[in-house]
């Protein structure tokens, strides 16, 4: 399938980016992830370059070095932020560079004696909005969570579009009894009671699946179960593009229902969905979080915006901190995404773009 | 913009109506009836609540008519109910069940056929003789040795607002969903027994029977009834309620197993009734603890005279008559809400010995309230009275000492040292499935496992580490046995034993098939779910990589219990009694089909062609020849001497398994509680699991009013409570 960018969507792509407001956010929210994709360089425990006699290790990425390997007298995974103190103790000419956030989102920072959880937040001991209940750092599970969020968030966008695009066309193009016993399986299909299936359908998630086949699976169940809603809006466009003289054209040349689908109608039903998308990414960041917060959504102790608002709320009175990073981030995100949304809206209305005939 | 906000809405509205429909479900009974039931000729139960209350009133009707048309007449038909002169001779006129005519006995006149013809098919198990049959030389106690508990200063009256996480499936106290956390209002802190163990010593004090005597064969405790004794329904207990008990609790109509077993006729030999006071129970061995297992409940018989097929479904929301002094009435019972207790204005036992001064609220209001946390907040209101402080961060940092409702004199926070086995907070290892099938594995991965960090971080040094598979047992539990220590290189060293030698990428250590050691770490718990989180991180250490699933309690438990766990971390609350049970978790009966020593080979290893048996509490699947033996000995030894050294042996044999990591207890019990609720002097009996077991507190209605005007006032109470400790009953450890 090619789409190509007609004058018209490039108008549009045009006064998009001259909404100042929208425009800026979608920047902003894109660069965020992007970074996030690379968060082990910015939030993480393991150190980016060691130098220890004579050698350079740079342990972000790849397997973990076992203490060891830097004369230290254990066999897991090095501690850098101790290394850093032994290193500069011994002064024997080794240093390490740390990441702005030497932490990771799992390990529980218990050095002092009397930690035991909620440390506020501290330039000192660089934890920049403080820790949870395990002493773990809230700034790397704010990242890490955004990280598994947002992909989440845009794999639900892409899946359920795929989904309803497909759904939705074939439904409004042949039309019909198709059209008639179709729509009806979609409105028995919707009304599936979502959650039941997301508490059933995690309970007997097997344990020893990977983490990463634990969320995509929650994603294909959220999936499966949500993608009806934009069915119905695509039905409708395609129905009111077929009956335009473009496809009654195209028809009369000769050419199949499916080309006719992929190469004519798509494009320019396409450009009406594209509206929705921001506001399904944050419908999807919404839902994880609620189903996070619910604990029926990713797996403990994966790092994620519901379980540390499920956390802060806990512990309102003792760690205010916790909830309003989470809040805070929940709502700079989803309001940037409703800013981007609003403004594709704008860019896309049709009263501006529409062509009759 | 809709798509957005229908999506969004989506799992809130849901569990909405998830919960909706559970209770749904609950008015909607749909469990199946036992198979042998000719489920046609029961009546149907249309417009069920109305025919219920007519048939309920034409029974009474009848029974009062019955009765006065005996007086009248002076027969000897022998209903128990009717004062007749002549009783006393009737009953020692004839023993067994039916006389030479084949009429009942009158102590038995009131039975229905079928219970009747039960009786009669285990004519040995049920037997009447009579009253000149009674040993002469019986010892008969009756506690007055004993100190009440209670408080002379207590005030009856109030209401005692207190909360339940879930609405009750039923109302039922046995079958299914019966075992909810509601049932102790019906049961644990309402019900009296025949004779009830005193919470502050090794003695009893009189129950349902006023007096009791230890028979000669060291099996059998005689009881002579109370004759005060009634239900809440006003009809007196009778001896033959002691015959219906195990009418009823071996009735399969009941769907409980474990009543069905507990009550069954290899443990219970035998009830004898000797008159309309006084009865014998005869246990099928001789144990240092007998009058405690042996005194049962009654079950009044006139509530269940149709005991049938739809036994679950008629009783779902009907309270059965009580001995206690609480009763649900119907309209109190506001679904998904509320139940609310009232107690009875003449309870047959409220000024007697032992239960004068208890028992003091007049109405208990339990509300649903289904997050902790919120609960929480509501007792900070002042809309809940007490509140459980045992989990470190509501004692330290919700409501600290310096707390302004603590400061100001309206709360007090309340530790007692109480002495009691604790709840078995530990990991079970499910020794059935690999890698845990190998020994070696298992002594790793107990090395691996640091609690001394979860105690000392998580809950601040206040909890011990637990030591052994049965604490709190005094001088039956182990007196040296230590848990194994959390040790990276002992952890590694017996993993290495058991092929596990290198470490892969991420740390975790691989065997030479490539096979990375992982393991599924199962709970309920998700209120523990940091414990497991410092256990997981510090594990990684060991090379070990703890996958953790924490799901709904019930969903955890089944999966426990049919066994597809690798490793669960769960509790089972322990009995307070004089020694632990190592059948139900430890005895491969448990653990594997068929039972006995056929599961064994010759060489006392396992067959390859026995079934894993699900539905029982053996979670870690032990089935060692040896441990077997001892723990059959041991159920069969009755001198205590005897019964300490195999609780010794057993608890060194599993501790040798290894299949156990036990976690944590703690000493004590912490609590909150507004200063409108009173506490004896003491606080409570040693014997104390938590603030209500033994309802000796009561509720000041006038102090509440005057705190409630405090309050709205900020000004400050007499504060001469605070933070209280309570260690009359502290054990140096």
């Given at each position: 399938m090619r789409i190509t960018l007609n004058p018209l969507t490039l108008r549009k792509l045009q006064r998009f980016r001259s909404l100042r407001r929208g425009y800026w956010s979608f920047i902003l929210l894109l660069g965020a992830f992007l970074l996030s994709l690379c968060a082990e360089l910015v939030v993480n425990k393991r150190a980016l370059i060691v130098y220890y006699e004579g050698e350079y290790f740079f342990p972000s990425y790849g397997a973990q070095i076992p203490g060891d390997q830097f004369g230290l007298d254990y066999s897991y995974e090095t501690n850098y932020r101790e290394l850093k103190q032994i290193f500069h103790h011994r002064s024997e000419g080794n240093w390490l560079l740390l990441p702005p956030v030497p932490y990771d989102p799992y390990e529980m920072d218990y050095r002092e004696t009397d930690s035991t959880g909620f440390s506020p937040p501290s330039l000192e001991s660089r934890h920049l909005l403080g820790t949870d209940k395990t002493e773990r750092d809230v700034l790397a599970r704010l990242v890490y969570g955004f990280r598994i969020t947002f992909a989440f968030a845009l794999g639900y966008l892409f899946l359920t579009y795929l989904l309803a695009i497909v759904a939705g066309s074939v439904l409004g193009y042949f039309g019909g009894k198709i059209d008639m016993f179709g729509l009806r399986l979609v409105e028995v299909w919707s009304n599936v009671p979502f959650l039941y299936m997301v508490i059933i359908l995690v309970s007997v998630m097997p344990g020893w699946w990977g983490l990463t086949w634990q969320i995509s699976s929650l994603l294909l169940i959220m999936v499966l179960f949500s993608w009806t809603g934009m069915t119905y809006y695509v039905r409708s466009a395609v129905y009111k593009e077929k009956a335009k003289d473009y496809v009654a054209a195209a028809q009369v040349i000769g050419a199949g229902s499916g080309r006719i689908i992929l190469r004519h109608l798509l494009p320019n039903v396409i450009s009406t969905l594209v509206t929705f998308a921001p506001f399904t990414v944050a419908a999807a960041i919404s839902s994880i979080t609620a189903l996070d917060f619910l604990g029926y959504g990713l797996p403990a102790p994966t790092p994620s915006w519901g379980e540390l608002l499920k956390q802060g709320v806990n512990n309102l009175r003792i760690a205010p901190w916790i909830v309003s990073s989470a809040a805070g981030a929940l709502v700079l995100t989803l309001t940037l995404v409703t800013f981007v949304g609003e403004a594709i809206r704008e860019a896309f209305d049709p009263k501006k773009f529409s062509t009759y005939q | 913009m809709n798509t957005a906000k229908k999506i969004n809405l989506h799992p809130f509205t849901l569990l909405v109506f998830f919960f909706l429909s559970l209770f749904a479900g609950c008015e909607d009974n749909t469990l199946k009836k036992p198979d042998s039931i000719n489920s046609g000729s029961q009546p149907q139960e249309t417009a069920r609540t109305m025919g219920e209350a007519d048939r309920e009133y034409i029974r009474e009707l009848a029974r009062e008519f019955a009765q006065e048309f005996r007086k009248e007449i002076g027969s000897s038909v022998g209903d128990v109910n009717a004062d007749q002169p002549n009783k006393e001779k009737t009953f020692t006129e004839f023993s067994g069940l039916l006389d030479e005519s084949g009429n009942p006995h009158p102590l038995l006149a009131h039975c229905s056929d079928a219970v009747l013809d039960f009786y009669l098919k285990h004519k040995d198990a049920f037997q009447i003789s009579s009253i000149n049959q009674l040993p002469k030389d019986l010892q008969w106690e009756d506690g007055s040795k004993e100190n009440e508990f209670s408080s002379p200063d207590a005030k009856r009256g109030g209401t005692w607002k207190t909360f339940m996480s879930d609405f009750p499936r039923t109302l039922r106290t046995i079958g299914p969903d019966a075992n909810g956390a509601f049932r102790r209002y019906l049961l644990d802190y309402n019900g009296v027994g025949l004779v009830m163990t005193h919470p502050n010593s090794d003695g009893y004090y009189p129950g349902l029977a006023e007096r009791w005597a230890l028979g000669e064969d060291g099996r059998t405790v005689y009881f002579q009834l109370d004759g005060d004794a009634r239900y809440s329904d006003g009809q007196p207990v009778r001896a033959s309620d002691f015959f219906f008990t195990f009418y009823f609790m071996r009735s399969k109509h009941l769907q409980a197993p474990w009543y069905n077993d507990f009550y069954g006729k290899d443990k219970f030999l035998k009830i004898t009734l000797f008159d309309e006071n006084t009865l014998s129970i005869t246990y099928h061995s001789a144990k240092p603890d007998l009058v405690e297992r042996i005194s049962i409940r009654s079950i009044p018989e006139h509530f269940y005279d149709e005991l049938g097929g739809d036994y679950l479904k008629k009783y779902q929301w009907v309270q059965e008559p009580t001995t206690g002094p609480y009763v649900v009435r119907k309209e109190d019972i506001k679904k998904g809400q509320s139940v609310t207790l009232t107690r009875l204005s003449n309870w047959w036992a409220d000024q007697k010995k032992f239960y004068r001064n208890r028992y003091n609220p007049d109405r208990i209001m339990v509300q649903v309230i289904r997050d902790p946390s919120k609960a929480f907040e509501v007792f900070l209101k002042g809309d809940l009275d007490m509140f459980s402080l045992s989990k470190t961060d509501y004692w330290y940092e919700k409501l600290p000492n310096d707390h302004e409702l603590v400061s100001k004199g309206y709360l007090t926070k309340v530790t007692f040292f109480n002495q009691v086995p604790p709840p078995s907070y530990a990991l079970r290892i499910n020794s059935s499935k690999p890698p845990f099938d190998d020994l070696n594995i298992r002594i790793g991965f107990q090395h691996a496992m640091n609690f001394d960090l979860v105690l000392k971080k998580i809950f601040r040094g206040d909890f011990e580490r637990m030591r052994t598979v049965a604490d709190g047992y005094g001088k039956r539990s182990h007196p040296t046995l230590q848990a194994r220590k959390f040790s990276v290189d002992l952890a590694t060293k017996f993993f290495a034993k058991a092929g596990y030698r290198d470490r892969g990428k991420d740390g975790i250590l691989i065997n030479d098939a490539g096979k990375r050691l992982s393991v599924e770490l199962l709970t309920g718990y998700k209120h523990l779910e940091d414990v497991l989180v410092v256990l997981r991180e510090e594990a990684k250490k060991a090379g070990l990589d703890l996958k953790l699933k924490i799901l709904e309690s019930t969903a955890a438990f089944k999966t426990a219990s049919e066994k597809n766990h690798q490793v669960v971390f769960s509790a089972f609350s322990s009995f307070v009694e004089l020694f632990p049970r190592f059948w139900e978790p430890y005895h491969s009966d448990n653990a594997y089909s068929p039972s006995g020593k056929e599961k064994f080979t010759t060489d006392g290893s396992l067959r390859s062609d026995i079934v894993v048996k699900t539905s029982t509490n053996n979670f870690t699947q032990t089935a060692v020849l040896e441990i077997d033996q001892l723990i059959d000995q041991y159920r069969m030894e009755d001198s205590l001497k005897e019964i300490t050294s195999l609780a010794h042996q057993l608890s060194k044999l599993i501790h040798d398994h290894a299949v156990y990591v036990p976690g944590w207890k703690k000493p004590w019990l912490r609590m909150g509680h507004w200063n409108w609720v009173a506490f004896p002097e003491d606080w409570g009996p040693s014997e104390s699991r938590d603030y209500a077991e033994f309802q000796v507190f009561w509720i000041d209605e006038d102090k509440r009013l005057l705190i409630d005007d405090a309050r709205k006032n900020g000004r400050k109470l007499?504060?001469?409570?605070?933070v209280r400790v309570y260690e009359k009953h502290r054990i140096n450890f």
């Open positions: - | 007499d504060a001469q409570f605070g």
